[in-house]
């Protein structure tokens, strides 16, 4: 699943964007130019596949924090997301056929979700949501599941469409009389949790956003001894970099990938390894080519070296569809900026990359085709802007001036 476009209106320092995305995707902006309300907008969005929609507000600092405060006159937020994706679902309900048992399956393009917010009476806010999922559908025998999983169809030829307003969920399809058989009924009992929360097997499947990672690392967590009964998962930030070392290094062929990769980019490097503490807690080494000593605490290595190690592992190692992070360049020197963004568009070939930087190494490198421009106003609104968009701006490129140093001259916030 990969964010195809966004659209938000009256959320955080925004007043209204709409942009579309692409595989590597670098918002780049001055401090306070709404970077990091971007990243909160995505967080929220995410959120909804667990929490409760109060929940997901007051993650947010409520709705007062929520909604744009400039604009106290409007009463209604609203988020509207579409994404592409690759998968394939099978009805929980397998018919019974004269010829056999067959299932039913839906190979999924493309989902359409969107949520407003009216917060008229602040002490009674009200949610309407609405998802529609393009779809084909396709009936099979049990010996058939393997094709089906494997073939692609050329287009959607049906659609199912999720209503949820004021926490009562409808759901309509092209082909009604199939769903109205796994649901039972269209009507379901109030909820203020989100479609991607709904109880119902079908529903929870067919809708869930899910598949998001954040990271915001500090290298100075990541080189800490971590407690070994946490989640082998990489936290946002980044501090169980040796648990997540330690599960990577027990398969032969990911140490080695591992392995590889960091030396690709920092070469004195050729070995990773971990270590129990007698306090049950777990640091990483490493080995380099300078020391005659077996490995090298984590404790002693530099914040930048941590800092791509942790970097590495969520581009190449989580399994997340978007991996979105913050200021990824922390503690790295220029020269080796050229090289992360290599990699981050090697990795972005399998899942989607959505990063925020205000460093003119990163806007050299990136490619103006892959740049977001976020900007705040005198009157403190923030918009988004792609400076490829920009005839000014290409006429700059022309003449020879980088994007980096545009960037630096603030010649890119030009209108």
Known sequence: MALNKIVVDNIKSFDHFDISLGDFNVFIGGNASGKSNFISILKFFSNLNNC?????LYIEGGIEFFRNLLFSQRNICSLKIESNTASKHIDPIINS???????????????????DIDYSFIDDISFKEYL?????????????????????????????????????????????????????????????YSIFNYPHFYIASLSRFDRFSFFDIDPRLSKKAIQITGKSKLDEDGSNLALVINRIIQKS????????????????????ATSSLTDRSMLFFVKEHFLNIDHFPSSLISDGTANL?????????DTSDVTIIE????????????????????????????????????VKYAGIENIYLITRN????????????????????????GIDELYIDNILELK
Not at 156 to 171: E, K, W
Not at 389 to 395: A, T, V, Y
């Open 52 to 56: 409760s929609y109060y929940d997901c």
């Open 253 to 272: 062929q990911d140490k080695e990938r591992l392995i590889n990769i960091l030396s690709d980019i920092l070469p004195f490097i050729h070995n990773v």
């Open 327 to 362: 200021e990824p360049e922390r503690s790295i020197h220029p020269s080796l900026i050229k090289k992360l963004i290599e990699m981050m568009k090697d990795a972005s070939r399998k899942k989607q990359i959505i990063i925020t930087t205000h460093n003119p190494e990163i």
């Open 309 to 317: 190690m942790a970097l590495i592992i969520a581009l190449f190692f």
């Open 97 to 115: 056929t004269k010829d056999g048992f067959t299932f039913q399956g839906l190979d999924i393009f493309s989902k359409f979700y969107s949520i």
């Open 132 to 192: 529609k999922i393009y779809c084909s559908k396709s009936t099979f025998k049990p010996e058939e599941i393997e094709l089906f999983f494997k073939n692609k169809s050329k287009e959607p030829t049906d659609y199912i469409t999720f209503s949820h307003i004021n926490g009562i969920l409808r759901v309509y399809s092209s082909f009604k009389e199939r769903i109205d058989s796994v649901l039972g009924k269209k009507k379901y009992p109030k909820s203020d």
């Open 378 to 401: 005198k009157k403190g609104i923030s918009s988004i802007e792609k400076p490829n968009d920009s005839k000014k701006i290409k006429e700059f490129l022309k003449n020879d001036i």
